[in-house]
């Protein structure tokens, strides 16, 4: 799928041979004329890469390409990869023709997705010119400008209908309207990387003008129809081990801060994060696997917590999805913890082991598969839209309506040993609140300490992290 890609922009793909023991391939396409714009395409622009790696494009001294039994592609996986490329190709040639600009819209957003991402993927296929987001009907959107069009089309026929991540934030790509995006601003929602002198502007002020634009331009009057996947062909292609679904790979200079959890996109054969973190520098004198569950839990849903028994200053946490652990990762690494810097990196494991029947634990490995306590269980929850790193500021919820300010800042103050320097019910909704301590390492303790505070018979308090502030 890797070779066939490469000849997909130009025509159909009619055949494909790997050569591997010779690290050669040969793609034959329907006609000369696709050949041609292949090979003249690949001379002028620059040479591909696979994985990384350059690779060169010629003609060939055969004519035609012959498939028996003892060739690689007789095997299922490569003809079910020229069928998903022939569908591919097919639904291409119903929608219109290709543009250098491509409007990307992320369905099913359960995890966040910024500007960063997206160029993180887009970038994989080809140089990109410039970028702008914008929200369109609580929808995260995209347009997306490369040099040219053969560029633009790679990056539409590879990426349209893909997982950012597993079973979530889906790429659904068109051909814009647009032939050229007049960025303002280079900042966290729109980038000129051609221009990269533009001042940044106010965000706010600098969104409104862009969907103004766009609305002008009437891009933006009518919402898209459904618009078909990358069908069952491709799906074939999948399940024979063509392509791993994740996706692709983010380079190794990719930042956790702006990958977020882009471990999820990766090449065949590359290292995924698994679900298991590193926790080491811990306070041993005062942290416990229930400490650990609910600081991480913030961020995922916690499975097992192991503090190592002849090395109590380290943890092992094992979160229900990848991306989760990445999450976790990006938001606690270097935080202070019981006055501690923490730190929090990918482990070798694959999963947190329970203690054998006779083996020393102290209680020091706990197992949390049953906890009511996971935020994140329900597919889809609201939490995944409030998840942001440690503040000084905490929400609350789950106030009984006969408690008092001074009660909750009382139970605060007692409970943690820290200072509350601000407090707000919420007008419209008594049962949250805001409460802010005086550091965010006051903040941390408070959240490990208070979440789940029993302030009723029927009410435990729940407690996260806010973006607002008193």
């Given at each position: 799928?890797?070779?066939?890609?490469?000849?997909?922009?130009?025509?159909?793909?009619?055949?494909?041979?790997?050569?591997?023991?010779?690290?050669?391939?040969?793609?034959?396409?329907?006609?000369?004329?696709?050949?041609?714009?292949?090979?003249?395409?690949?001379?002028?622009?620059?040479?591909?890469?696979?994985?990384?790696?350059?690779?060169?494009?010629?003609?060939?001294?055969?004519?035609?390409?012959?498939?028996?039994?003892?060739?690689?592609?007789?095997?299922?996986?490569?003809?079910?990869?020229?069928?998903?490329?022939?569908?591919?190709?097919?639904?291409?040639?119903?929608?219109?023709?290709p543009n250098t600009v491509l409007r990307v819209i992320v369905d099913n957003q359960i995890y966040p997705v910024t500007l960063d991402v997206l160029y993180q993927i887009f970038s994989r296929v080809g140089k990109i010119l410039k970028i702008i987001t914008f929200t369109k009907n609580n929808t995260f959107q995209a347009l997306i400008q490369y040099p040219d069009v053969i560029t633009a089309q790679a990056?539409?026929?590879?990426?349209?209908g893909q997982n950012i991540y597993n079973a979530c934030c889906t790429l659904r790509i068109e051909y814009s309207k647009l032939t050229n995006l007049n960025v303002k601003y280079n900042n966290d929602k729109s980038r000129d990387f051609t221009n990269p002198n533009l001042m940044s502007g106010d965000p706010a002020l600098d969104m409104m003008g862009i969907t103004g634009n766009l609305g002008s331009m009437?891009?933006?009057?009518?919402?898209?129809?459904?618009?078909?996947?990358?069908?069952?062909?491709?799906?074939?292609?999948?399940?024979?081990?063509?392509?791993?679904?994740?996706?692709?790979?983010?380079?190794?200079?990719?930042?956790?801060?702006?990958?977020?959890?882009?471990?999820?996109?990766?090449?065949?054969?590359?290292?995924?994060?698994?679900?298991?973190?590193?926790?080491?520098?811990?306070?041993?004198?005062?942290?416990?696997?229930?400490?650990?569950?609910?600081?991480?839990?913030?961020?995922?849903?916690?499975?097992?917590?192991?503090?190592?028994?002849?090395?109590?200053?380290?943890?092992?946490?094992?979160?229900?999805?990848?991306?989760?652990?990445?999450?976790?990762?990006?938001?606690?690494?270097?935080?202070?913890?019981?006055?501690?810097?923490?730190?929090?990196?990918?482990?070798?494991?694959?999963?947190?082991?329970?203690?054998?029947?006779?083996?020393?634990?102290?209680?020091?490995?706990?197992?949390?598969?049953?906890?009511?306590?996971?935020?994140?269980?329900?597919?889809?929850?609201?939490?995944?839209?409030?998840?942001?790193?440690?503040?000084?500021?905490?929400?609350?919820?789950?106030?009984?309506?006969?408690?008092?300010?001074?009660?909750?800042?009382?139970?605060?103050?007692?409970?943690?040993?820290?200072?509350?320097?601000?407090?707000?019910?919420?007008?419209?909704?008594?049962?949250?609140?805001?409460?802010?301590?005086?550091?965010?390492?006051?903040?941390?303790?408070?959240?490990?300490?208070?979440?789940?505070?029993?302030?009723?018979?029927?009410?435990?308090?729940?407690?996260?992290?806010?973006?607002?502030?008193?």
């Amino acid at each position: 799928m890797d070779v066939i890609h490469l000849g997909i922009p130009f025509g159909r793909v009619s055949n494909v041979l790997l050569l591997k023991g010779k690290n050669q391939a040969f793609l034959e396409m329907v006609d000369d004329a696709a050949a041609s714009s292949m090979v003249d395409y690949y001379t002028n622009s620059g040479a591909p890469l696979i994985r990384g790696q350059t690779v060169f494009v010629q003609f060939s001294n055969h004519k035609e390409l012959k498939t028996d039994s003892t060739h690689s592609n007789a095997h299922a996986s490569t003809q079910a990869a020229l069928q998903a490329a022939q569908a591919l190709l097919s639904q291409t040639e119903t929608q219109g023709g290709p543009n250098t600009v491509l409007r990307v819209i992320v369905d099913n957003q359960i995890y966040p997705v910024t500007l960063d991402v997206l160029y993180q993927i887009f970038s994989r296929v080809g140089k990109i010119l410039k970028i702008i987001t914008f929200t369109k009907n609580n929808t995260f959107q995209a347009l997306i400008q490369y040099p040219d069009v053969i560029t633009a089309q790679a990056a539409k026929l590879s990426l349209n209908g893909q997982n950012i991540y597993n079973a979530c934030c889906t790429l659904r790509i068109e051909y814009s309207k647009l032939t050229n995006l007049n960025v303002k601003y280079n900042n966290d929602k729109s980038r000129d990387f051609t221009n990269p002198n533009l001042m940044s502007g106010d965000p706010a002020l600098d969104m409104m003008g862009i969907t103004g634009n766009l609305g002008s331009m009437g891009i933006l009057a009518s919402p898209f129809g459904p618009v078909p996947g990358l069908g069952s062909p491709l799906a074939a292609a999948y399940a024979a081990g063509a392509l791993a679904l994740g996706g692709f790979a983010l380079p190794p200079t990719a930042t956790s801060a702006t990958a977020l959890g882009l471990s999820g996109l990766r090449l065949p054969g590359q290292p995924m994060l698994g679900c298991v973190l590193l926790v080491s520098n811990l306070n041993e004198q005062m942290v416990t696997p229930d400490a650990l569950f609910i600081l991480f839990g913030v961020y995922g849903d916690v499975i097992r917590v192991k503090i190592l028994f002849s090395k109590k200053d380290n943890a092992l946490i094992q979160l229900a999805e990848p991306q989760q652990a990445q999450l976790a990762m990006t938001h606690l690494d270097k935080i202070i913890v019981f006055g501690k810097q923490i730190r929090v990196t990918p482990s070798k494991h694959q999963v947190v082991q329970m203690p054998k029947e006779g083996q020393p634990d102290a209680g020091l490995t706990k197992d949390f598969t049953s906890s009511p306590l996971h935020r994140f269980k329900k597919p889809g929850s609201k939490n995944y839209q409030n998840i942001y790193p440690p503040t000084a500021t905490l929400h609350l919820s789950n106030i009984p309506p006969n408690i008092t300010e001074e009660e909750i800042k009382d139970a605060f103050t007692n409970k943690t040993g820290g200072n509350v320097v601000a407090f707000k019910f919420f007008p419209k909704d008594p049962k949250m609140a805001l409460i802010q301590m005086r550091s965010v390492e006051e903040a941390v303790t408070a959240l490990i300490k208070m979440h789940n505070h029993q302030l009723s018979e029927s009410n435990h308090l729940r407690v996260s992290f806010s973006k607002s502030t008193i």
